[in-house]
């Protein structure tokens, strides 16, 4: 399907009680294409309104829906599975039209965020509980799981697909109706998603999308309801802070998917070429705009210059373009904003010391283009150290001993994910054991698996996504006490 048929065939309206609507009064807002910063569409703006209809429809639904045998929520969505890597090609060029990113990156989206309805199909069926004799001989322990009940989702821009996938899939097997709140940057992926499950046979209110330009206006209203049983973010930790405030008035449950600052510390006796191989992937998914991309890379100063000279060479490589052009392997940043904060963070650590070795300024024009930019002998007072750069930025910063290198990976208040590359198993491990993160890659520069409990510590979040622990999330535990 060309571009342009491709978006006309996005219903640009709400999907509330299982149909698309018009917002209160008409309103809508556009939907920006970062490759050229001007309107692919426009889309359906709801108002709080809007958002009380698609938690009336949720909360209607809830009851038949936890009442579906766990086969049948599995089925819908394997289907979905299926549906979705069938139109895997179109999906991903509707990622890159919203978002920026390169064909290849949201291709690679497309076949992770399915994986997750495909993961959860399979875990609906298995939600467990447990039945034992009291130790006192008095009676029997029975523990069952049942649905939280309706869930609201908001997910970010950065993965317009796999951000949703991975709360709509364990919400849906658990029993759990959803209304998802995308970015207002990448509205058009998740309508789709819909527009999918529709065609798969989800009961009509038991997942709604609300597009929005006024994210508080609309969700707040919600958060107060006692419907709302849960609210799933991902996002800054700014904004999932002010949620965790507001949730605590009514007890919420919530799930915290927060930002991050990851290490990357390459120790003297690192396979250097796999270091440089795992940096990139690391570095560079999705263009850096990713809270697991590595943000700072410490490395040992014996190694250093090889790495440096390595990963320059590599970076060099990456061909800045938008991200529909075949040939392009790095894509527009999302917005003016983030282009801007993106120089900041590079001209702070220059005017502090740091070496540009590789790329370091905007090339102007249309779009909101950054070159690959590696930064060296970056000060320890420079902002881009401690603050998420989320752009194609690599700061090196040089250690001497294991233990510089554990002290500089744990110097943030941040904790998701951090990388490390040693070829000593005890080394690895003793590591990893000291890094204060929720997920560690040894010797991997890729860590997201639907198979894995995806979540941070610290001021990165807390709960879990994805793993046989993520269903976990929509799931309340009851014991009844039998004679």
């Known amino acids: 399907m ?15 009680g299982g149909k698309a609507v018009d917002a209160e009064g008409g309103k809508t807002f556009a939907v920006n294409d970062p490759a050229t910063g001007k309107p692919l569409t426009e889309v359906a703006d709801a108002s709080p309104a809007d958002a009380m209809k698609a938690l009336d429809a949720a909360a209607a639904a809830q009851k038949s829906w936890a009442a579906t045998p766990a086969r049948e929520r599995s089925e819908i969505l394997r289907a979905a599975f299926e549906k979705v890597t069938e139109r895997s090609d179109d999906i991903a060029l509707l990622m890159t039209l919203e978002m920026g990113k390169a064909l290849a990156e949201s291709k690679a989206e ?7 309805f495909r993961w959860f199909a399979e875990e609906a069926v298995r939600i467990g509980g447990r039945y034992t004799p009291a130790p006192a001989g008095n009676g029997r322990i029975l523990v069952t799981k049942a649905p939280v009940g309706p869930v609201l989702a908001i997910t970010p821009w950065n993965f317009p697909l796999a951000m949703g996938t991975r709360k709509i899939g364990p919400a849906l097997a658990a029993g759990c109706t959803i209304v998802v709140k995308p970015a207002r940057e990448t509205p058009l992926t998740m309508l789709l998603l819909a527009q999918i499950f529709d065609e798969v046979g989800l009961p009509e209110g038991v997942l709604s999308v609300l597009t929005t330009s006024k994210s508080g206006d609309v969700t707040g209203p919600l958060l107060e309801d006692s419907r709302l049983r849960k609210l799933t973010f991902t996002g800054s930790t700014g904004v ?5 405030q507001k949730s605590a008035t009514r007890l919420l449950r919530t799930s915290m998917e927060l930002g991050g600052n990851a290490p990357f510390v390459v120790f003297d006796d690192a396979n250097i070429d796999d270091a440089v191989d795992g940096a990139m992937l690391a570095k560079m998914r999705n263009g850096g705009e990713a809270c697991t991309a590595a943000n ?10 090889e790495f440096t000279t390595k990963l320059v060479a590599r970076m060099s490589e ?4 938008p ?10 940043l999302i917005n003016a904003d983030q282009l801007e904060t993106v120089q900041e963070l590079v001209d702070d650590a220059v005017e502090k010391g740091a070496t540009v070795a590789l790329g370091g300024s905007a090339p102007g024009g249309d779009g909101y283009f950054y070159p690959a930019t590696v930064l060296t002998d970056v000060p320890e007072e420079a902002r881009i150290l401690k603050e998420e750069v989320f752009g194609p930025v690599a700061p090196i910063v040089g250690f001497d001993t294991e233990q510089e290198g554990i002290d500089a990976a744990n110097a943030t208040e941040y904790g998701l994910a951090s990388y490390i590359y040693t070829e000593n198993l005890d080394r690895a491990l003793r590591v990893a054991d000291a890094i204060d993160s929720g997920m560690v890659g040894v010797n991997r520069g890729v860590i997201s698996d639907a198979a894995a409990p995806f979540g941070g510590v610290k001021e990165s979040g807390f709960g879990r996504e994805g793993g046989s622990e993520g269903i976990e999330e929509y799931l309340e535990t009851k014991y009844i006490a039998l004679k």
């Open 110 to 116: 497309v076949k992770y965020g399915a994986e997750f």
């Open 318 to 321: 990456m061909k800045l373009g």
């Open 323 to 332: 991200g529909v052009d075949p040939d392009t392997k790095l894509g527009p």
């Open 2 to 16: 060309d571009q342009r048929a491709l978006i006309e065939s996005i219903p640009a309206k709400l999907w509330i």
């Open 296 to 305: 700072r890379l410490h490395v040992h100063n014996s190694v250093r210059e």
């Open 240 to 244: 999932g802070k002010s949620l965790v």
